[in-house]
């Protein structure tokens, strides 16, 4: 009898395994693909790119052109915090950040802190083993104006096959001389999620 139940469910696994079939199409990177119910690629692409056009319309940036002759502001990307339930690769939305303020030609942008120590490592690689003319000197760094920081947080509410996930991103941009907060700004996605019972 456990044979024949065992030959049965082996019968059943290979059937369902033989069924399985596997197809891969190419996408647009930008399109909307959304495979599952968490946080992807499109979600840290959209919140990075409407951050950036909020903070590009506020009063700061007006008052710091008329402050400092039109140039251009200055910033570094600070911690942003992963807050939520589910682990992300924060480091992909800090990119798509710096991406869109850069591309936006109306702020610079310093390297992060491990950047900075690896440029400083090759610059003193250079005072040693490069030409005097192509050496890079220290001490010509440009200061940062201003920091962008945030973190993201999450909730998850689940009830019977239906589940709705809720994201929330915070950015605060500070005046680093004044330390002072000259933009707060907030994004949210809500992911509704309904689970359909298995069927053979």
């Not at 199409?25 to 409407?50: F, M, P, Y």
């Not at 991406?99 to 690689?125: K, Y």
């Not at 001490?139 to 239906?162: C, H, R, T, Y």
Request: hydrophobic residues 35%.
């Amino acid at each position: 009898m456990k044979k024949s139940a065992l030959l049965v469910a082996f019968a059943l696994l290979a059937l369902t395994t033989a069924c399985q079939t596997m197809s891969t199409q190419r996408v647009e990177t930008d399109s909307v693909t959304d495979v599952g119910d968490k946080w992807n690629d499109t979600d840290s692409r959209l919140v990075a790119d409407e951050m950036i056009d909020d903070v590009l319309s506020r009063p700061w940036l007006n008052r710091f052109y008329k402050e400092n002759n039109g140039e251009n502001p200055v910033v570094i990307i600070g911690s942003v915090k992963n807050k939520s339930h589910e682990h992300i690769n924060v480091k992909t939305f800090v990119r798509n950040l710096e991406r869109a303020l850069l591309n936006s030609g109306q702020v610079e942008f310093v390297a992060s802190r491990g950047e900075r120590d690896e440029i400083r490592d090759e610059r003193l690689d250079q005072a040693s083993h490069a030409s005097e003319e192509t050496a890079k000197s220290a001490g010509q760094e440009i200061g940062a104006d201003f920091m962008l920081k945030g973190e993201l947080n999450s909730i998850v509410n689940k009830d019977g096959g239906k589940s709705v996930r809720f994201y929330q991103v915070d950015m605060t941009l500070i005046d680093l001389e004044k330390n002072k907060k000259v933009w707060i700004g907030e994004k949210q996605i809500k992911k509704v999620i309904k689970q359909s019972r298995f069927k053979f």
